[in-house]
C-alpha cells in the first residue's frame, strides 16, 4: 500500500524483454534505499513492482503481461523519468490517501494552462472509470494522490501547485500524454457492496450495467 505523496523521480535505465514479459531496471537517483529488501514493493509510476534485484543505485523489477496490458509501461523508454514511492509503514503519515498501485486505466491530458501560480490540467479517464471520479474525491495519476477539481463526463480537471510539480513528473505533461489511473479504492469496494448477494452471481456476458442493477432492484 502507498499514499501517493511521491518521494522522489527515478530514471528507466533498461528495459529487458524477457519471454512475453518485461524486466526493468530504475535508477533512483534520491530515494533511499537503505530499508528495501528483497520482494518489498515500490510504486513506479502509480504502477506496483516488486523488487527483484538491488544493484545499489536502483532497483530491478519484473513486469508481468498483466502490468503490460493494463498500465503505460509497454511506452517507456530508456532515459524516461518516473515517480517513485515506496511502499507505507505503520509510522508513515498518511498525507495523501489509501493508494493501492493498481492501476484501473490509462488517462490522456486533454490540455494544461496556467492558473495564478499553479497549472491546470485536464485529463480523460476511460469510459469505464468515469463512475468513480468526483467531484472533490481522490485519484491517483502516474502515482501522484490528487485532488479532483471538476469532473465533466469522463473528464476531469486538476490544479496543481508549484511544489507537485516541481516534485513529480507532472511538470513535464502535455496534451497528448499517457498516465496510469487509479481510482479511489473506496469507490470500488463500494460497488461491489451495493450488490449485496448479487456480487455472487457471474456478469460475464456484460458487467454491472444499470440494467443489470435495475433488474435486481438497486436502482
Known amino acids: 500500500m502507498f499514499t501517493g505523496i511521491i518521494e522522489a523521480i527515478g530514471e528507466v535505465v533498461a528495459l529487458q524483454p524477457k519471454n512475453g514479459d518485461l524486466r526493468l531496471r530504475i535508477k533512483t537517483h534520491g530515494l533511499d534505499l537503505g530499508d528495501v ?4 514493493s515500490i510504486a513506479t509510476n502509480g504502477v506496483c513492482l516488486t523488487v527483484v534485484d538491488l544493484p545499489g543505485d536502483g532497483y530491478w523489477a519484473d513486469v508481468s503481461r498483466e502490468t503490460l496490458d493494463n498500465t503505460s509501461l509497454p511506452n517507456w523508454k530508456v532515459g524516461q523519468r518516473v515517480n517513485l514511492e515506496k511502499a507505507l509503514t505503520p509510522q508513515t503519515r498518511l498525507g495523501g490517501h489509501i493508494v493501492s498501485g493498481h492501476v484501473d486505466g490509462i488517462g490522456e491530458v486533454v490540455s494544461r494552462h496556467p492558473d495564478a501560480r499553479s497549472e491546470r490540467f485536464r485529463i480523460r479517464a476511460p469510459k469505464a472509470l468515469a463512475k468513480y471520479i468526483a467531484h472533490k474525491g481522490s485519484i491517483t495519476v502516474d502515482g501522484t494522490s490528487l485532488t479532483i477539481n471538476k469532473v465533466d463526463g469522463a473528464e476531469f480537471e486538476l ?7 516541481k516534485e513529480t513528473i507532472m511538470g513535464s505533461y502535455q496534451a497528448g500524454s499517457s498516465v496510469n489511473l487509479e481510482v479511489d479504492v473506496l469507490a470500488r469496494y463500494l460497488e461491489r457492496l451495493m450488490l449485496g448477494d448479487k456480487a455472487a452471481e457471474s456478469t460475464e456476458q456484460g458487467g454491472v450495467t444499470l440494467e443489470f442493477l435495475a433488474r435486481n432492484g438497486f436502482v
Not at 37 to 40: A, I, K, M, P, V
Not at 159 to 165: E, K, S
Open 37 to 40: 529488501r528483497l520482494g518489498d
Open 159 to 165: 490544479n496543481i501547485v508549484p511544489h507537485t510539480l
